[in-house]
């Protein structure tokens, strides 16, 4: 297989690009970084060779490594355009890149587990601390995201009537929070979008549950 | 004037949009967000029914209010394409994307005022805590971001021979840095790249101290 994709099972970022993967039905191997195990494997010579940032995910394609999750979905949808996963019209396409980017930069960098070992170990900070920090992050960004979701009418899909990038964002972040014990209540539309996504095909299967290397 | 940025001068994610208007050759009229005044008024009543995610920047263009700044870039780049943002080629674009993810989602959303106010006031850390914080995410990430750039083989932009998104992301973050006193030496190939970029007038006009809200 030309196609690896470096992941972990629980990394919502390589998720999105399973999910990217999956819907344009493009193969690939997994190649499974632990980011616990050994001290972080993500951080080992050999990884960081391929990929400085010391991250997940990384996508090797035609030979070459590409990192950061969206810049990765781009490529693809760049590259692979059908079954697209932006839409065709400038202000759709604009929609889902901030929906996609609510998620990606005000919600999920806060929520890195590398942020996590920081505020536990050089803050000195409590599980109970960290895991309220985890929260607080999502419920404000649900908030938002609520809203807009609202304003734009959405039922079934973030924006429009097919799979965007702001999905494949969605869908692991409310994983994410059913796994922290956020109560969703509050974001009805969030909660019905991501009932409706999780049952389709490239995000079920893409589960991390469904990962060679879950545990 | 018709279309209208909603900004604050010392927002980098504002700076970036100001440097892609500007270096597309696009007018704006300014529309100052003081974050921090009358308790941030991007938490007003008013902003807020502009834009839900009550952040800055927002771009008010053809009536419709655009958010999320790398969302605006990737608009204002496929609505008016001359001069580009984006290289031609597929690899290019995915690199840019890459460089601009790594600075907007790994490293500044640590660093935003909503994060420091929750370091400081709910977890009760001291200004000499967040300081360090701040800068431990800038230092993470620039040597990354250092090591990228070493092998791309860049020199005066990030990626290739002309301004990209990357470019944009980069100036607002070096002079962030500089505001918190981290010490650039071991980013050389950053701070050349910032050095011949800060020479542009796409980047030294939009600079925070040349804003009508500057202080």
Sequence with gaps: MDRKLYTYFRSSAAWRVRIALAYKGLDYEAVPIHLLRDGGQQRSTDYLALNPQGRVPALLDD???LTQSLA????????????????????????????????????????????LQYLKGTLGQSQETADEWYRHWIRQGF??????LVRL???????????????????????????????????????????HLSSLPAFSQTHPSKQADAE
Tied chains: 1, 2.
Excluded: W
């Design 63 to 65: 030979g070459v490594v």
């Design 143 to 148: 908030a938002a995201l609520e809203q807009e």
């Design 153 to 195: 009418g959405s039922e079934r899909y973030c924006v429009g009537d097919s799979v965007t990038l702001a999905d494949l964002c969605l869908v692991p972040q409310v994983f994410n929070a059913h796994r922290f014990k956020v109560d969703m209540a509050s974001y009805p539309r969030i909660a019905a979008i991501d009932a």
């Design 72 to 115: 990765i979905c781009e490529y693809l949808e760049e590259r692979y355009p059908t079954p697209a996963l932006l839409p065709a019209d400038l202000l759709g396409r604009a929609r889902v890149r901030s929906l996609a980017q609510l998620i990606a930069c005000d919600i999920h960098p806060l929520n890195n587990l590398i942020v």
